[in-house]
C-alpha cells in the first residue's frame, strides 16, 4: 500500500504539472544519441527490436519513447538505465471492469480522450485523460478502480 501512495504522489505531480495535455506525444523529441552509451547498451538488451523515438533528460535519469513494431511505450529510466515506469497507451475497452464502472459512476458525461496503463514497482495504475466541453480531467485509478488521483468532479 505504501509503493501505491508513493506513486499516486509521483502521479499527481506530474498531473499538475500540466504535461500531461501536452499532446500525443508525453517525451521529448530530444536526439537518441544524448543516452549515455551503458544506458543506451541496456535499453537495447532489453528492448532489442524497439527504436528509441525520443528521450528527455529527468528528474536524474531519463525518459524515453520506443517504438516496437505497432506499439509506442514511454519508459522512465534511473541513472543506471533500469527501467522503473512504463506506460503504454491501452484502448477503453481493455480497461479493467473496475476502472470503467468507476469512471461511469464519477464522470457519467465525460468522454475518455485518451488511457494509459502505467507498470511501477508498486503495482499497475491507469491514467485517464477525460474531456467535458472544453474542461479536462485526468484520473489516475488502481486496476479495481480505486481513484488514486485527479477525483473531482467536473
Known amino acids: 500500500m505504501r509503493k501505491q501512495l508513493r506513486a499516486a ?12 495535455w501536452a499532446g500525443e506525444e508525453d517525451v521529448g523529441d530530444g536526439d537518441p544519441t544524448e543516452l549515455p552509451s551503458p544506458i543506451a547498451a541496456r535499453l537495447h538488451s532489453a528492448f532489442p527490436a524497439a527504436t528509441v523515438a525520443g528521450v528527455e533528460r529527468v528528474h536524474g ?3 524515453a519513447s520506443i ?3 505497432m506499439r509506442r511505450q514511454d519508459l522512465v ?3 543506471v538505465g533500469n527501467v522503473v515506469e512504463r ?3 491501452v484502448a477503453v475497452r481493455a480497461l479493467p471492469e473496475g476502472v470503467r464502472a468507476t469512471l461511469d459512476r464519477t ?3 465525460h468522454t475518455v480522450w485518451r488511457a494509459t496503463e502505467i507498470a511501477t514497482e508498486g503495482g499497475t495504475f491507469h491514467e485517464v485523460f477525460l474531456a467535458r466541453g472544453d474542461r479536462r480531467t485526468v484520473v489516475l485509478l488502481d486496476p479495481d478502480g480505486r481513484m488514486l488521483a485527479g477525483a473531482r468532479r467536473a
Open 107 to 109: 464522470h457519467p458525461r
Open 61 to 63: 535519469g531519463w525518459e
Open 77 to 79: 529510466l534511473d541513472s
Open 87 to 89: 506506460h503504454t497507451t
Open 9 to 20: 504522489a509521483v502521479m499527481v505531480g506530474v498531473m499538475a504539472s500540466g504535461g500531461a
Open 67 to 69: 517504438v516496437e513494431g
